[in-house]
């Protein structure tokens, strides 16, 4: 009774196997039996990705473009904050990585000094030569460590007496809106 089960199951994967074609060696040699099947369906041409003309280059993210020459350098500001003065100097450099380097020093609320620095890329000019948008930056140093937060998006603002203003996404954003002047 066990061999004529053994003998009715492998005459059934048998002739199972006889329907499908071509399409057992492409199945057989994938690499894992839980790899997706083609939603085309048996003897289709497998839906792929879109692939790039050759000589360009697939989905990426835009690169930085270059700084406009009045942005680059060094700025400063400071505010208070009812617990001390606070500084922030943001270095600007011209290159293709278009880097943006942001210090923070100061008191907070508890009388604790801080220092904190972040890094950020520019993302492209947002106006030609009065505007520099900023990605998000993101904290590369703390001094205490509680005391530095990555920061959202924000937009570098030329104004017309050539001090620079920052304007930050996140309106919530304790340094919104300072105003710097150049340093160097």
Known sequence: MVAGGLIAGGATVFLLKQGTGKDDARESASPSASAPRNPAGPGQATPRAATPPA????????????????????????????SGANNRIITISRGPAADVTIQGSGTLDDGTSYTCRWHATASGDSGGTTSLSLGPSSVTQARPTSACQPGSASDLVMLPDGRMRRDFADSGTKDASLVYRRTG
């Open 55 to 82: 000589g360009t280059s697939g989905p990426s993210t835009p690169a930085a473009g270059p700084v406009p020459q009045g942005f680059a350098g060094t700025w400063q500001t400071s505010f208070d904050s009812g």
